[in-house]
Every structure is written in structure tokens, then in C-alpha cells.
């Protein structure tokens, strides 16, 4: 197959003899479950619903970049051992809401299933079965509990800080100037001269990773954090 275009949703599981595409266009769901000789997806990759390529157990190409609006399902494809830049960039549903992305049964090693769910990106779940040693599932746990810490946070309970901070202060993290910041939020840890100045977002984003100050490295936890006053 050569080129597709589908208006709607699209159901071509069980289909043995599809081996690649060239390229598909599909305006709804791509159901690709049990194309258990589909080895490879062109560059040339547009679904505009959920992409299912569950057990599709010789696919081991993925393209260099897709358009996806929905959730994407890997499960059981055995030949799938590396994956492309934008698992991770893809973020949210093209409805807003969290993109589920299976990988339970995949060919990837435990270590990069593990790098990938420490990135926490933005508006992604990974779901898998892989095992992970007893640090890294440790360290997994401790992120998701910050993540719900993160979730259930009164910012509006937190205690003020005096503007001691000049015009001229910007994001540690991503060094915006102090006055394009939506949401500034200051941070004082034992090691550290003085306050810093962070976009809130982005110094959560850090937190629920790391859980430590950017710059110093110190442990610290949201009730920390002051706002301007």
C-alpha cells in the first residue's frame, strides 16, 4: 500500500500481508492491532484519532516525526526497541486531555523505559510491565508522589516575599526576564546567597523530577516557596 487517505475512522487489524506504507492520512482512529508483519510507518504519518499498533510484533520503525491527536497503543510489538524524539514532545491530546502511550510488552530496555517515565513530559502516561532495579523503582515512586503533591497544592496558601528582587532578575530555568514572568516564585535554600527567581511552571516541572533546588541542589518542598508581594 502505497498511499491512504481515510475520512473517519480507520480498522485494518488482523491484515497479515501489510508489511509497510508509504504514507496515511486518517481522520479518525488507525487501528493497525495484530498486522503482525508490519515492520515499518513512513515519515509521512497523520491520525487524527488513536493510533493502535498493538501487537504488531515486527514493527520496529517508527518514523522521524508524526502527527497524532489521541492516545497511541504499543503493546506486544516485540521488534520495538528504540524510540523516536517525539514520544516525548508530543503532549496532550488534541482535546486537552492526558495522551496514554502503551508500552507494555515492547522490545525497549528497561533502563530507557525508565529514562522516559523520570522525564515526566508534559501531559503524557506511560503505561509498561517492564522491571526496574529497586533504586529506580524507588526513585519512580518518589516522583509520583511529588507530581500529586504538585497537583493538590495551595498555591494561593503560600506565605508572601518582599520584593527584593530588581527588574533585571530572571528565571534560573528559563532565563526570561523577572518582568515577562506570569507566575514569579522565590526560593531561599540553606546554601544559597539569596533568593531566586523562578516561572513557577517550570520550576514544578523541575521539582516533581528532581525534587531539589535547580541551583543548588538542595531538597526542598513547595511550602518553601514564596510568593511576591
Known amino acids: ?6 475520512y473517519g475512522d480507520s480498522n485494518i487489524s ?11 492520512i486518517i481522520y479518525g482512529d488507525a487501528d493497525f492491532t495484530r498486522c503482525v508483519n508490519l515492520g515499518a ?12 499498533l498493538k501487537e504488531c ?11 497524532s491527536f489521541g492516545d497511541i497503543d504499543f503493546q506486544e510489538c516485540h521488534g520495538l526497541n528504540q524510540l523516536p524524539q517525539w514520544i516525548i514532545e508530543l503532549g496532550t491530546r488534541h482535546d486537552g486531555g492526558v495522551r496514554h502511550i502503551h508500552l507494555e510488552g515492547t522490545g525497549l530496555s528497561s533502563n530507557m523505559v525508565y529514562e522516559l517515565v523520570m522525564m515526566d513530559p508534559y501531559g503524557i502516561e506511560f503505561h509498561y510491565n517492564h522491571r526496574f532495579k529497586d533504586s529506580q523503582q524507588e526513585q519512580i515512586t518518589q516522583q509520583r508522589y511529588r ?22 532578575a530572571f528565571c534560573v530555568i528559563s532565563q526570561e526576564p523577572f518582568k515577562n ?7 531561599i535554600t540553606p546554601n544559597a546567597s539569596k533568593a531566586q527567581v523562578f516561572e513557577r511552571d517550570d520550576l514544578v516541572r523541575w521539582w516533581i523530577r528532581h525534587g531539589s533546588d535547580p541551583t543548588t541542589h538542595q531538597p526542598f518542598q513547595l511550602s518553601d516557596l514564596r510568593k511576591l508581594s
Open 1 to 6: 500500500i502505497s498511499s491512504v487517505t481515510v
Open 14 to 24: 488482523h491484515c497479515t500481508s501489510l508489511k509497510n506504507f508509504m504514507n496515511f
Open 41 to 52: 510507518l513512513s515519515e509521512n504519518v497523520h491520525v487524527e484519532g488513536n493510533l493502535i
Open 57 to 67: 510484533y515486527k514493527l520496529n520503525k517508527l518514523p522521524q516525526h508524526i502527527t
Open 147 to 168: 507530581k500529586q503533591n504538585a497537583l493538590n497544592f495551595n498555591w494561593n496558601g503560600l506565605a508572601k516575599n518582599a520584593k527584593s528582587l530588581v527588574d533585571e
Open 181 to 187: 514572568l506570569k507566575n514569579p516564585i522565590f526560593l
